[in-house]
């Protein structure tokens, strides 16, 4: 049978689960308040480094004066931050809402 206090409990270890972070996913973003999976942090992780891997391209490109190249670069580079920033608002207002689906009772 399920009682208040059992609800309470589960209620309790859940929001003890959700605050955990396994590490911090805003090198390049100001808010690191997304709590999220392993393989979320990982894959944005690595995308985090293919940019920073296309910034130093676009200062080599920049050092042998190839104008156009770093231009591309840098305009990829920011667009897959601005893609990185959009998903994590995503996610956040999907967490957002299935929090808000829990009955009041719990």
């Given at each position: 049978?399920?009682?208040?206090?059992?609800?309470?409990?589960?209620?309790?270890?859940y929001q003890i689960r959700s605050k955990h972070d396994?590490?911090?996913?805003?090198?390049?973003?100001?808010?690191?308040?997304?709590?999220?999976?392993?393989?979320?942090?990982?894959?944005?992780?690595?995308?985090e480094l293919v940019i920073l891997a296309l910034f130093?391209?676009?200062?080599?490109?920049?050092?042998?004066?190839?104008?156009?190249?770093?231009?591309?670069?840098?305009?990829?580079?920011?667009?897959?931050?601005?893609?990185?920033?959009?998903?994590?608002?995503?996610?956040?207002?999907?967490?957002?809402?299935?929090?808000?689906?829990?009955?009041?009772?719990?």
């Amino acid at each position: 049978m399920i009682t208040r206090s059992k609800l309470a409990e589960q209620l309790r270890e859940y929001q003890i689960r959700s605050k955990h972070d396994w590490a911090s996913v805003s090198f390049f973003s100001s808010s690191s308040n997304l709590a999220s999976s392993r393989v979320d942090t990982a894959i944005f992780v690595i995308w985090e480094l293919v940019i920073l891997a296309l910034f130093v391209f676009s200062a080599v490109s920049l050092y042998f004066r190839h104008i156009r190249l770093t231009v591309l670069l840098l305009s990829i580079a920011l667009l897959l931050l601005l893609c990185m920033r959009v998903t994590k608002q995503v996610k956040l207002a999907r967490k957002k809402q299935r929090r808000m689906l829990l009955p009041l009772s719990m």
